[in-house]
């Protein structure tokens, strides 16, 4: 009781700092401004204060990690609990998630050093720091979460649906993408929920890989910025502390929780709704 008593004034406290501290901005910025104008630029002369940059630049990113992940993940995840001896399941899965282990920032440097060189080889007006390498190096970050979850989801299937699959006729690969997926389609969408929210949080492989420039477009050959990595930016100490530019930094995180905080409430409708259906 009190250890979930501590979780939950934790939780408040974080919610009550992004407030008190956003109050501030929005006293100042207008919401709409906020919200519907197309410019961030805080730290500039002129002045803008519109979170759609950020905002575009972080679902960039998230939709490349997604479009990564997603098929490999899933695919892994139907590799290890249909078709993988028990004892290699036992022994990869755990090597598998060891890359969620890796540092982040081991994960940026990669992006920017080995992924980037890779694709400019054959994406010749590809940026040095832009989305795709970034999105793409958060895929793989990701791929133990969606696998991991997926193949829990995947192995609690009942065999009784397996087997009614074969004595109808229908082949190993048949019954494992027609009918253990489908079956085990809430948890698998429960995982990849999950992944997305770990993709919009990450900070330091889109501020050393994507670039710190607040463009917005959805073309991942460019530099962008998301909300995380101007966070980090305006954290360094260079900004006058309780400015309306630090401040912004608060504005900015309170839109990343309500992010997290949405899907996050997805995932777990998700799950209820999974449980009412089997029990």
Do not use: C
């Amino acid at each position: 009781m009190l250890s979930g008593v501590v979780t939950v004034l934790t939780t408040v406290g974080i919610i009550w700092v992004l407030l008190s501290e956003s109050w501030g901005f929005f006293s100042v910025v207008p919401l709409s401004e906020f919200l519907f104008d197309t410019e961030w630029t805080p730290l500039f002369t002129q002045k803008h204060y519109g979170i759609l940059p950020l905002l575009s630049g972080t679902l960039l990113t998230t939709m490349i990690a997604l479009i990564t992940a997603v098929p490999l993940g899933i695919v892994i995840a139907v590799y290890l609990s249909e078709y993988a001896p028990r004892n290699f399941r036992k022994a990869i899965k755990p090597a598998l998630e060891i890359l969620a282990a890796v540092p982040t920032v081991v994960y940026g440097f990669f992006a920017l050093t080995v992924v980037t060189p890779f694709l400019q080889s054959f994406i010749p007006d590809l940026s040095t720091f832009n989305a795709l390498s970034a999105g793409m190096v958060m895929g793989i970050m990701i791929i133990p979460v969606i696998s991991s979850l997926s193949e829990d989801a995947l192995y609690a299937v009942p065999k009784s649906l397996r087997e009614a699959s074969y004595g109808m006729g229908a082949t190993k690969f048949q019954t494992a993408f027609r009918v253990v997926v489908p079956a085990a389609s809430s948890g698998i969408m429960v995982s990849v929920i999950l992944g997305i929210s770990r993709a919009i949080g990450e900070t330091m492989i889109v501020a050393i890989a994507a670039g710190q420039q607040p463009t917005m477009t959805f073309d991942p050959r460019e530099a962008v910025e998301t909300i995380t990595a101007y966070i980090v930016q305006v954290s360094q100490g260079d900004v006058p502390h309780d400015s309306i530019e630090y401040r912004t930094i608060f504005a900015a995180g309170i839109t990343l929780f309500a992010l997290t905080f949405v899907l996050n409430n997805i995932s777990f409708w998700i799950r209820k709704k999974y449980q009412e259906k089997y029990e």
